[in-house]
């Protein structure tokens, strides 16, 4: 990596700064990060309905108060419009922008969705001696839409989207214990070993970069929270915003916080 | 307990048949049983950003679609109107009517949401020889409002509902352990052996019966899905619906399929 922020408050000021503007897997180790989709109320709540039926890659974390960019409980304080590093901006399903912040786009009908996200739980696996590939590489999972559907909501509907990690075999009873715990961060994997069953082709990720599956390691994939912007623009939604993949909202609770023990 | 089925479908069809009006703790052992609050959907949205804010009181397992009372995820094919042991209708949160069956009553823009039960996990504790009074007693649980607050959300406010369970000191640990991977179904309990940090007077549950706490044994509290009855009821709305407390949904799916492992 070639920066980390001890202290989230810290990182989100950068990004309102526009200093940080690219991926955040692991930048600030440790806290709980999340996936930002934001809709007009009119299509709030079969996004939420979605979200419900489909728990695994749409665990919603915190729903914002219509026309409100401020969060309540990942973290008080922190504005939507401005403290992640980078937004998509979809009309009808076609991406129109990519801006910095969403100062000038805000609506007082615009709801914002934070949802769980695997990033989460990274520093929980590297700290039992899991390697994570993508992480001496300086960028984020492979992330793929899958051949699984969802359950459909509304108009809401689409593949699953996963994020893939490779693990060493002797690793993965380990990495499979850990991650269940993380619940609310999509938990268990839910695919072990055969990609062919759940992706087309293991070496065209749609995003992030993909690292050869090393001798004794198995591909691992996890239900990923791109899977609502996958739904949300084959609903081809008038407006739609979302952050830029892997660009995440980094909050202020500990990975320890979201436990299945709480 | 003078009943039990050991298949659901015949459950819910003695329901049907009003064959069963009672409570259902340990009713189809090892059977996911959910809670059910029937909304008009101009309250739908904010009454499930209200489940989402308060996650562990109020687990949402499904929602039904707009109108339609048949269960497409818990019990594909059951329907709502018939397959509870008993129904509440209140009015401005006023209890107006406690049905059998609600083919009467039922309305073109109902919603109905099935929610998390902790008699979900109480086949889990019995089989590591957690023994559960109110089960020799054939009733179920005590239930109180507690003296905590929940999130708020629209119109929906008001105090969590807990269930408490007498636990022998020794056995706390595994109890925690175990309901801890029921998160869908509350999860590990929200309080553990000082009653009086979390509600009035122990003697005294708003539902079901007490039983003294024996010697050696602590109570065990776990955040309940009378929570959004509550919530719903303070809210007042013009009508809103419900099972009777503690004669909930028995659904097809088992424990087993609920752990934090799927």
Known sequence: MTAVYADPIAFRQ?????????????I?????QANLVIVPKAYAYDFLVYCQRNPKPCPVLEVLDVGNPISQYLAKGADIRT?????????KGQLVAEPYDLLGDWRDDFVSFLIGCSFSFENAL??????????????????YQSLWK???????????????????????KQAIAITARYYRNH??????GHAAEIIKDISQP?????YQIQPGQVPVFWACGVTPQLAALQAKLPLMITHKVARMFVSDWQDKDFLDIN
Chains 1, 2 share one sequence.
């Open 28 to 32: 600030a180790p440790g806290y709980v």
């Open 14 to 26: 950068a990004c309102r700064n526009q200093q940080w503007t690219e991926q955040t897997s692991q």
């Open 83 to 91: 403290d992640l590093p980078q937004y998509c901006i979809y009309e």
């Open 187 to 192: 938990g268990a994997p839910i695919h072990i």
């Open 206 to 210: 749609e995003y992030g970069g993909y």
């Open 150 to 172: 969802t359950t459909p909501a509304g108009p809401f509907y689409g593949p699953m989207a996963v994020s893939m990690r490779p693990i060493y075999q002797e690793q993965v």
């Open 126 to 143: 590297t700290k039992v001696g899991i390697n994570l590939p993508h992480l001496t590489h300086n960028t984020h999972p492979a992330v």
